[in-house]
């Protein structure tokens, strides 16, 4: 819309396209290298805070406002690790500690997965009801926004009860599609916001061509909304994606789930007093699981990219 | 067709078609007020006049954009709403609004492939269309790496990937700067030659009015209403070239619908260009 970006030459725009996709290939071992300094300078202040941080902590009239930087309250970071490579527990069968979280990471993904796949696809329905009736937008919106301020713990044991009395032929409800329902539950609600505001996205100029064109709705959908949608799709897919493992994890403990991450961050917390290092591990495990599935929306995007060029500037 | 029996029909006949937007509270604008107006196949047609004298207005409503409050409007004898349907015309904005993840050849190439022509015809008739706009080394570029004359040149392109018997044009050239347009001037005259439609060409420009019309129709606001309209006798489209800008009958044609513009207010009209 700048003049300036009217003026400009053709050659001088290939040049500065061609200049951002240098920067953007040379960008990435810089941002990994950042990302890694990122997650450094945090384990150093880690134990930075451990090598000089008060024993008992700092208190302030009853309260503690600095934490204590005993051994059993911050472990150092290698105790953490290596407790990771030892087994779960002291018995000779015990399998270990990384074997253990990574099963149950993989559970808790499995679970995460089938929430976000349930979530996107119903948080897409909506989108595409609410765009294509204004009165489906006015009956549905409030609600969707709502549904969001019901508190999760309340939901877990509501869900767990309703689907317990469901039974049809040879399928029963089994616990996880409880957690998966819940993780969808907090999936959709980004991709409808998203979504609708991405199919509403372009503007009246490309609405006015795809009218003259005499083409119904679901063709401008398919040609232009979907296209236009894209921008604003990814980045609700990434955060369905993170609240689905959330829900996934939380979920697990108020179902009580046996065999995911989140049951094992709670029983391992109980560990804490006599192996400080064992509740880090199924932290770690959740932030793997996280980080699987922020990739696995990165590889969606990457197939996507062409659908999220910069709009056209004159 | 028996053209002797009918009269020649006309690409566009509007009859005293009335626009009213009703506005809040029972105020309501009237944007064009028993406007008539017939072009003929194959004639160059230019509405020009200040700001909200109601020509973008008139061009929607031919492009059944917006439907008249009263009058009709026929397009080769059809209604424009069926002539939209069957695809008679072919339209360019002052934004070239192309798809910004279509390349050059995939932004001319919608119109067919929405209409369901084969994959063969279409990228037969976009390489066509880029050599017509003089744009073959660009055909696999995106909207984002051209510059606006490009794009617009694009967008034209896609006006024209029909073959319709008619163009509508709303200040297509309005965003560029005068070289880019003077130099897209000169190509739609060719194109225009080229190809022989009727063309409705809104413009704020008396000069670009001018140099590509054979009928510029001048338009006065509130109400909208068409003050006159003037015939310019610059020749064949064919014909006209950069060396007729120079021309003493342009000057003149220029200077005419200066004076119609600024008509009985000598103080001339505002939101109109001269250069």
């Keep these: 819309m700048t003049p300036a970006g009217s003026v400009r030459t053709a050659p001088a725009k290939a040049g500065a396209a061609a200049r951002g996709r240098a920067r953007l290939s040379q960008g990435m071992p810089r941002r990994i290298l950042v990302g890694a300094l990122g997650v450094l300078v945090l384990a150093l202040l880690w134990e930075l805070y451990i090598l000089l941080g008060p024993e008992d902590g700092v208190v302030v009239g ?42 149950a990471s993989l559970f ?38 709502l549904s969001q301020t019901v508190p999760l713990i309340a939901l877990a044991p509501l869900v767990r009860r309703w689907g317990a009395q469901l ?12 957690v998966a329902l819940i993780a ?48 604003y799709l990814l980045p609700a897919l990434r955060l369905a994606a993170a609240s689905a493992v959330i829900g996934s994890v939380v979920a697990e403990v108020s179902i009580g789930l046996r065999g995911g991450i989140g049951r094992l961050i709670v029983e391992y917390a109980g560990a804490a007093g006599s192996d ?5 591990a199924p932290i770690f495990g959740s932030i793997l699981v996280g980080l699987v599935a922020a990739g696995f929306v990165g590889l969606i995007s990457l197939f996507l990219r062409r659908f999220r060029r910069g709009e056209v500037a004159a | 067709m028996t053209t002797a029996a009918r009269p020649v029909q006309h690409a566009v006949e509007v009859t005293e078609v009335s626009r009213v937007f ?82 050059v050849t995939g932004n001319i190439e919608l119109p067919l492939e929405l209409h ?39 967008a034209i392109a896609r006006s024209l990937a029909e073959s319709p018997s008619l163009l509508l044009m709303d200040e297509p050239f309005g965003a560029l700067d005068e070289m880019t347009r003077e130099r897209m001037q000169n190509e739609l005259v060719r194109i225009c030659a080229e190809t022989s439609a009727a063309v409705v060409f809104v413009t704020h420009s008396i000069p670009e009015a001018v140099f590509l019309s054979n009928r510029v129709v001048v338009m006065s606001p509130r109400p909208g209403r068409i003050r006159d309209v003037l015939g310019v006798n610059l020749g064949r489209m064919s014909d006209r070239g950069e060396n007729l800008r120079e021309d003493a009958e342009f000057f003149h044609s220029v200077s005419r619908v200066r004076e119609l513009l600024h008509g009985d207010t000598p103080t001339g009209a505002r939101g109109v260009e001269t250069r």
């Design chain 1, 62 to 103: 009853g309260v503690t406002v600095l934490p204590r930087a005993s051994e059993m309250a911050m472990p150092h970071l290698w105790v953490m690790f290596e407790r990771i490579l030892e087994p779960v527990t002291g018995s000779a069968s015990a399998i270990p500690m990384w074997q253990a979280v990574l099963e």
């Design chain 1, 276 to 280: 400080p290092g064992k509740p880090w």
């Design chain 1, 167 to 178: 039974e049809f032929g040879a399928f029963t409800w089994e616990n996880w599609m409880s």
């Design chain 2, 22 to 103: 009703a506005g809040r509270k029972g105020a309501s604008v009237t944007a064009l007020d028993a406007v008539s107006l017939t072009v003929a196949p194959g004639e160059f047609v230019s509405l020009i006049g200040p700001s909200g004298c109601g020509k973008s207005t008139l061009l929607r409503l031919i492009a059944d954009l917006d439907t008249p409050t009263s009058g009709s409007i026929e397009v080769f004898g059809k209604t424009a709403s069926q002539a939209r349907i069957d695809q008679d015309y072919g339209i360019a904005f002052q934004q070239a609004g192309l798809l910004p993840w279509r390349t």
């Design chain 1, 184 to 231: 969808s539950y907090l999936a959709f609600f980004p991709v409808s916001i998203g979504a609708l505001k991405g199919l509403g996205s372009p503007d009246t100029n490309h609405i006015d061509l795809m009218h003259c064109y005499a083409v119904g709705w679901w063709k401008t959908l398919w040609r232009l909304r979907l296209p236009a949608s894209v921008g």
């Design chain 2, 116 to 154: 369901g022509a084969g994959k063969a015809a279409r990228r037969e008739r976009a390489a066509e269309l880029i050599e017509l706009v003089g744009l073959t080394d660009f055909a696999g570029h995106y909207p984002d790496q051209l510059s606006g004359g490009m794009q617009q040149r694009v």
């Design chain 1, 108 to 145: 808790t993904l499995g679970i995460s997965a089938v929430g976000w796949i349930v979530g996107v696809t119903v948080g897409l329905a909506l989108a595409l009801v609410m765009q294509r009736f204004k009165l489906a937008e006015s009956a549905i919106l409030p609600w969707v926004i």
